[in-house]
């Protein structure tokens, strides 16, 4: 219905087979690896991209302080010169009134930024 539009899908196990039929048929869509599907947990290990012309994020439990720890993990099952993105949002709120922390989020930031510049040729 939407030809003009590309919709960011989440990725993991429960969903892969649905993921697939979406492909094989053609449609347009980039994903976004989360185990926890959008419970906020940071999983085991991360999944290289399923298919090699659908871009592929990831999701689940970054914060400030371990965003830099695991961009080394997904960045260990990426194929070379591989452009991803990261999402973050649970981890960036504020534990007491759940709105948007915004030191949090610039922390987070800083993090991941640092960690872009040490791994950028």
Same mark, same amino acid.
């Given at each position: ?51 090699? &012309?659908?871009? =592929? *994020? ?5 914060? #400030?302080?371990?965003?830099?720890? +695991?961009?080394? $993990? ?19 709120? &504020?534990?007491? =009134? *759940? ?5 949090? #989020?610039?922390?987070?930031?800083? +993090?991941?930024? $640092? ?7």
């Amino acid at each position: 219905r939407f030809p003009n539009r590309e919709f960011i899908l989440p990725y993991n196990e429960r969903v892969a087979p649905k993921m697939k039929m979406l492909h094989e048929a053609g449609a347009k869509f980039s994903l976004l690896f989360d185990a926890s599907y959008g419970a906020g947990v940071a999983p085991k290990q991360y999944e290289a991209p399923v298919y090699p &012309d659908v871009n =592929f *994020g990831y999701a689940g439990g970054l914060s #400030a302080s371990n965003v830099h720890k +695991n961009l080394d $993990k997904i960045n260990s099952v990426l194929p070379a010169d591989y452009s991803t993105w990261i999402d973050a949002e649970g981890q960036l709120r &504020d534990i007491y =009134f *759940g709105a948007m922390d915004l030191g949090k #989020a610039q922390k987070y930031l800083e +993090n991941a930024l $640092k960690w872009q510049k040490e791994h950028t040729k």
